[in-house]
């Protein structure tokens, strides 16, 4: 028996197995985001109830951090941030579990992805209509902090290339820090996905995620945010990120599946993704329009791949 099967066994056991090593994994460093995967793997093989006990258990080392800080009177600033970022976190990993067992299809946790990332974008500048300036203002002393660290110039008039890194990087970073936690959830639930098929030796991963086409109405909310972004409006050039970065996936799962025909599929995936990280961000863009012109062409229809 497998290592991983092993693991497994013991985890699916007891619902104090599965508990107990999430709780005890989210203490170790670099292996904390461990404890939310068994959590997401026990939602999907025996649902909603028995997977809440273990988000529980990943959430409450936290907690304890937390109390331990006000017991102790230390500044609870950081732990409260901690505690907020992974039940943020955990919760939404919990959220698109629950929502790829009910529904089974990655297209439509995608589309859910898009319209709350879109969501929290737009609340986020309704509650803070200047957070484009706290990014600014904190982005400024982070590089500045940094410099004094290595004994170069802060940004300043003497030093101007900082500052004009700054001047365009507020402007999406509200969009960048949302998309990279949607796609860090869609990554945990991935795993949890390729671990469920490896313990039912039912399914496969790759076949679901090379059939990943958008709907309509996300296809129409990318229209709107691509012509809407020439009038440079705040809110909207911050929900690019996000929607190139969810369509993007889309483009690459439509590419995967076209190149899943060829011989020697894996040379022209690495090409496809040296150049994807050569041309940054201009490919990122061409990616997403190919997932955008998916959701109106249906290409996999046009040309099936045997």
């Known amino acids: 028996?497998?290592?991983?099967?092993?693991?497994?066994?013991?985890?699916?056991?007891?619902r104090l197995h599965s508990a107990a090593a999430a709780f005890l994994l989210a203490y170790i460093p670099f292996l904390g985001s461990l404890s939310i995967l068994i959590a997401a793997v026990i939602t999907l093989l025996k649902g909603a109830k028995e997977g809440a006990w273990v988000l529980l258990a990943t959430i409450l080392p936290?907690?304890?951090?937390?109390?331990?800080?006000?017991?102790?009177?230390?500044?609870?600033?950081?732990?409260?941030?901690?505690?907020?970022?992974?039940?943020?976190?955990?919760?939404?990993?919990f959220?698109?579990?629950?929502?790829?067992?009910r529904y089974g299809h990655w297209s439509f946790l995608l589309d859910i992805a898009?319209?709350?990332?879109?969501?929290?974008?737009?609340?986020l500048h309704d509650i803070y209509p200047h957070i484009d300036s706290w990014?600014?203002?904190?982005?400024?002393?982070?590089?500045?902090?940094?410099?004094?660290?290595?004994?170069?110039?802060?940004?300043?008039?003497?030093?101007?290339?900082?500052?004009?890194?700054?001047?365009?990087?507020?402007?999406?970073?509200?969009g960048f820090v949302v998309v990279g936690l949607l796609l860090n959830t869609?990554?945990?639930?991935?795993?949890?996905?390729?671990?469920?098929?490896?313990?039912?030796?039912k399914g496969r991963l790759?076949?679901?995620?090379?059939?990943?086409?958008?709907?309509?109405?996300?296809?129409?909310?990318?229209?709107?945010?691509?012509?809407?972004?020439?009038?440079?409006?705040?809110?909207?050039?911050?929900?690019?990120?996000?929607?190139?970065?969810?369509?993007?996936?889309?483009?690459?799962?439509?590419?995967?599946?076209?190149?899943?025909?060829?011989r020697h599929a894996w040379v022209a995936l690495i090409l496809l993704y040296a150049l994807v990280v050569l041309l940054c961000p201009l490919s990122i863009g061409i990616i997403a329009v190919i997932g955008l012109l998916d959701v109106f062409v249906h290409f996999r229809k046009r040309w099936a791949i045997p």
Do not use: C
């Not at 028996?1 to 007891?14: N, P, Q, V």
């Not at 006000?70 to 990993?93: K, S, T, Y």
């Not at 959220?95 to 067992?101: D, H, I, K, N």
């Not at 400024?140 to 700054?166: C, H, R, Y």
């Open 1 to 14: 028996m497998r290592a991983i099967d092993r693991l497994s066994h013991f985890l699916l056991k007891d």
């Open 62 to 93: 936290f907690v304890i951090g937390f109390g331990v800080s006000i017991a102790l009177g230390h500044p609870v600033g950081m732990a409260l941030l901690n505690m907020g970022v992974v039940v943020v976190g955990n919760g939404l990993v």
């Open 95 to 101: 959220l698109f579990v629950l929502l790829l067992r």
């Open 114 to 123: 898009l319209l709350l990332g879109i969501a929290v974008v737009v609340g």
């Open 135 to 174: 990014w600014e203002s904190h982005l400024t002393q982070f590089i500045n902090n940094n410099a004094q660290a290595i004994g170069g110039l802060p940004a300043s008039k003497e030093n101007v290339a900082p500052l004009q890194v700054i001047a365009v990087a507020k402007s999406f970073a509200t």
């Open 186 to 201: 869609l990554l945990q639930v991935g795993l949890a996905r390729w671990w469920q098929f490896l313990v039912t030796g």
């Open 206 to 262: 790759r076949s679901e995620l090379l059939h990943i086409r958008l709907s309509t109405t996300t296809g129409i909310v990318f229209l709107i945010v691509a012509m809407a972004s020439y009038w440079h409006n705040e809110t909207i050039m911050d929900l690019t990120p996000v929607v190139l970065g969810i369509f993007g996936l889309a483009g690459l799962s439509l590419v995967h599946y076209v190149l899943s025909g060829m």
